[in-house]
């Protein structure tokens, strides 16, 4: 029986490592914890809790992971962010297919929370990912702070009962908090390599509230359905922004380089 290597990337996760750790040792035969130098009680729990942990620099999210990757000793990983932990139904599923592998790859629904209500419409669920395979398959890619696991081409997945439970937003001043952050992540990742427009921006907001709002239903599930879709549409909003000021930026800054440029070979053919 093929064992299990578990990842987890922390920063000051006092509050969520516990559980998540708990719930992989109940599938997984290593934890490994790859931390960006918490400040708070994040390492003394996870090394209680039997994890093995080391710390590294934090130079983006899917970087991080694939560091991660390249710790473990098996060759099947199943990766969990700290504050995600397993339902007993995955587990169950885990330990099921652990018997045999029937597939290399192994796809699972996230159920997340607004407040302390479980979102089950809208664009949260069911957010479909593949978080356990073989490690020689596949790797963390994606934009930053957006990373999923890119399989090689031709590999098949199993899609297993169960969720991953996913301790989200507590209120709307945590949310934007976290929209904040990760669009500043994307347009610093992204500036220069992918484009944007006011067009792009309006268009691509709208969309994102009406599609969880009306389309995937997010109106039935009351103030948090319409939390949720804002959040979305929030976050969509600004990571475009955001990265349509980066581009505009660079322009100018590469506009003026040529200036600068220009000055100075005008200089030397006086000379």
């Known amino acids: 029986m093929s064992k299990i290597s578990a990842i987890v990337i922390t920063f000051n996760e006092e509050k969520s490592i516990g559980r998540c750790i708990d719930s992989l040792a109940q599938v997984a035969d290593e934890i490994v914890v790859i931390d960006s130098f918490s400040k708070d009680l994040t390492r003394i729990i996870s090394e209680n809790k039997g994890a093995r942990f080391i710390e590294h620099p934090f130079n983006g999210h899917i970087e991080q992971k694939n560091f991660a990757l390249s710790q473990t000793k098996h060759d099947y990983v199943i ?5 995600e932990y397993l339902s007993d139904e995955l587990i169950e599923s885990i330990l099921i297919i652990k018997e045999s592998w029937p597939y290399e790859a192994y796809r699972m629904n996230r159920l997340s929370t607004y407040g302390n209500k479980w979102i089950r419409r809208g664009n949260w669920y069911p957010d ?20 999923r696991v890119i399989l090689k081409k031709g590999v098949e997945f199993l899609h297993l009962k169960g969720d991953i439970l996913h301790r ?3 209120d709307s001043s945590e949310t934007l908090k976290k929209i904040q952050a990760y669009s500043d992540i994307y347009a610093n990742q992204n500036g220069g390599r992918e484009a944007s427009s006011v067009l792009k921006i309006i268009l691509r907001a709208s969309f994102t509230f009406f599609k ?3 389309i995937k239903r997010g109106i039935f599930d009351g103030f948090e359905g319409l939390m949720v879709a ?10 475009y922004a ?8 660079i322009t100018r800054d590469n506009k003026r380089s ?3 440029i220009a000055v100075k070979d005008e200089a030397v053919n006086v000379v």
């Open 128 to 147: 479909k990912k593949v978080r356990l395979w073989n490690k020689s398959l596949g790797k963390w890619g994606g934009k930053n702070p957006h990373d």
């Open 242 to 249: 955001k990265l349509y000021e980066a581009n505009r930026k």
């Open 168 to 170: 989200a937003y507590e």
């Open 258 to 260: 040529d200036e600068i």
């Open 212 to 214: 969880s709002y009306i």
């Open 230 to 239: 804002m959040a979305e549409s929030n976050h969509t909003f600004y990571k």
């Open 79 to 83: 990766s969990l962010d700290a504050d």
